[in-house]
């Protein structure tokens, strides 16, 4: 072994490098020791075998290795340097006396930071050290600076694999760079459109071919390892050398969520917004339509009160005159009482659709005062329902009260409004009247509710009404067309009042239909709610 020489004179470092040795030759070990130490720097440790190498330099932590390719045991010098690099980012240098292609070639592939031809001239290996050092210190800095820029980045070659990324892309995709190091751009860097959510590609290539930058707009998604979606913006750069060749291409992305916020806000305001603007004009729209039934519902009631009058005067009329007329042979007075009867039912029935409408709107504005009373359901109930008997009868109908549970004396006292509640049950009997075929069964059910509630069920025989019409029964206005109840005539108001009335009356109404059976379920408070004292 041919010793070094120490011929050079140079700067002593100002600050001690410490530098393990890889060597199995003792001779050598030594005089590379001494002339490291000659020249300033510090020696860590000496090693025999690559695998011994590897685990100083894992204990020691040397700022440079000199590596000698040939060791003792399986493992070989450039097997060792490329786990101290991989796993501890030492700087390695070849100190061999090996320069064959083929060794070269495997060297080449651990990218050292230099190879030294034995035997070793002083200047040479300070230049080689120091050169290192220095280049190791340069990527260090761009290393640093890579992985802390914000923005993830990601680097390929010109195939569109990747080389590296910082921690952003770490952070933004889920891969880890030691996973993702040789994978397709793709896998790693998995972008769609926003819309679509179909695949864009190795964008990379796409920068490579056009030679230019590209940026694929802030309408883009990347679908990260976890399989989650993150709006992104990004721009692709070919990467050229100092030829202007190209050599590969370089992303920078961010996350763009912000932006997507932003947006999704902006819409929700603008729809917030839209909807406000509809409900005023809706509003307004329902005011003139109040303000409009209002005035015709009163522009109604006296003349229609009038035409009752004077039908009433006329009757009386009639009646005198018909006093010395023989109706058998004379059929006029028969006629004229019978339109006299149409007229007033007519009369009636428009003067009771005016009374409704002019009621709800009383209702719907809050104008109508409510009279608390102390109402005997016994005595109530079995009244109300009295008046409709003799109509039943005429029907063929049966008509019934049921009180389950209790007897009719152990009903309690309701405290309402007496006409209110009254025109409710009132409106649910006509229709059930109405509506029951003769031979059919109307049943009126009164049910005490826990926390002082009760339940008044009204029930009818009869068709069934179709589940789609259920959920429009009580709408104003609303008649069901498919079914007969068109030919008993009606304005589709009645039921929209009392639903309105017992809201009122702080209570609900609902209705229910099975085959033959239709229930409307009113339920009421005992007493009044407490926003009325």
């Known amino acids: 072994m041919n010793a070094i020489s120490t011929d050079f004179s140079g700067t002593i470092p100002s600050e001690t490098i410490q530098i393990l040795i890889a060597e199995d030759e003792y001779v050598i070990a030594a005089n590379l020791q001494e002339n490291l130490e000659t020249l300033g720097y510090g020696v860590a440790d000496i090693a025999s075998s690559a695998v011994e190498a590897v685990e100083k330099a894992a204990e020691l932590r040397p700022d440079l290795v000199l590596m000698d390719i040939q060791l003792r045991g399986e493992m070989d010098g450039i097997q060792a340097a490329e786990q101290i690099w991989n796993q501890l980012q030492i700087p390695v240098i070849y100190v061999t006396g090996h320069s064959d292609k083929s060794?070269?070639?495997?060297?080449?592939?651990?990218?050292?930071?230099?190879?030294?031809?034995?035997?070793?001239?002083?200047?040479?290996?300070?230049?080689?050290?120091?050169?290192?050092?220095?280049?190791?210190?340069?990527?260090?800095?761009?290393?640093?600076?890579?992985?802390?820029?914000?923005?993830?980045?990601?680097?390929t070659n010109t195939q569109g694999q990747i080389l590296s990324l910082n921690r952003a892309a770490e952070l933004l995709t889920g891969w880890q760079q030691a996973e993702a190091i040789d994978r397709e751009l793709t896998?790693?860097?998995?972008?769609?459109?926003?819309?679509?959510?179909?695949?864009?590609?190795?964008?990379?290539?796409?920068?490579?071919?056009q030679n230019a930058i590209i940026s694929l707009g802030d309408r883009v998604l990347l679908i990260t390892k976890a399989g989650t979606s993150l709006p992104i913006t990004e721009s692709i750069a070919p990467i050229q050398n100092s030829k202007g060749l190209t050599t590969g291409a370089v992303l920078i992305f961010r996350d763009d969520t912000q932006r997507s916020l932003q947006e999704a806000y902006n819409q929700t305001l603008?729809?917030?917004?839209?909807?406000?603007?509809?409900?005023?004009?809706?509003q307004r729209l329902n005011q003139l339509k109040d303000d409009f039934l209002s005035t015709v519902s009163h522009e109604l009631r006296s003349p229609l009160n009038n035409i009752k009058m004077a039908i009433r005067m006329l009757e009386v009329t009639l009646d005198q005159q018909q006093g010395?007329?023989?109706?058998?042979?004379?059929?006029?007075?028969?006629?004229?009482?019978?339109?006299?009867?149409?007229?007033?039912?007519?009369?009636?029935?428009?003067?009771?659709?005016?009374?409704?409408?002019l009621e709800l709107l009383q209702l719907e504005a809050g104008e109508h005062l409510v009279e608390w009373v102390s109402i005997p359901l016994s005595e109530w109930v079995f009244q109300v329902v009295a008046t409709f008997q003799e109509r039943a009868q005429s029907r063929q109908q049966q008509l019934r009260v049921v009180t389950p549970v209790v007897t009719p004396a152990d009903l309690?006292?309701?405290?309402?409004?007496r006409s209110i509640l009254t025109h409710i049950l009132t409106e649910l009997l006509t229709n059930a009247c109405k509506y029951t075929p003769s031979g059919g069964e109307i049943a009126v059910t009164v049910h005490l509710q826990p926390e002082n509630r009760m339940q008044i069920v009204v029930c009818n025989s009869g068709n069934e009404i179709p589940a789609d019409e259920l959920t429009r029964i009580f709408d104003k206005f609303y008649r069901m067309p498919t079914s007969d109840r068109w030919k008993h005539g009606g304005t589709g108001l009645g039921l929209a009042l009392i639903k309105k009335q017992s809201a009122y009356l702080g209570g609900t109404i609902r209705a229910e239909s099975t085959a033959g059976q239709n229930r409307f379920i009113v339920e009421l408070p005992l007493s009044p709610p407490s926003e009325f004292g």
């Open 103 to 155: 060794t070269l070639d495997r060297a080449k592939v651990t990218f050292p930071f230099g190879y030294i031809l034995k035997p070793v001239k002083g200047k040479e290996l300070y230049v080689a050290i120091e050169t290192a050092l220095s280049r190791y210190k340069r990527d260090e800095m761009m290393t640093t600076a890579f992985r802390s820029i914000g923005d993830g980045m990601i680097v």
């Open 187 to 209: 896998e790693v860097f998995n972008v769609v459109d926003e819309e679509t959510h179909l695949p864009i590609g190795n964008v990379a290539v796409t920068a490579v071919q």
């Open 324 to 357: 010395g007329l023989d109706t058998e042979t004379n059929p006029e007075p028969n006629r004229l009482t019978r339109y006299m009867n149409i007229l007033r039912d007519q009369c009636n029935q428009e003067l009771a659709l005016v009374n409704n409408l």
């Open 270 to 282: 603008e729809y917030a917004q839209l909807v406000m603007l509809q409900k005023e004009e809706l």
């Open 412 to 417: 309690p006292v309701l405290v309402s409004d």
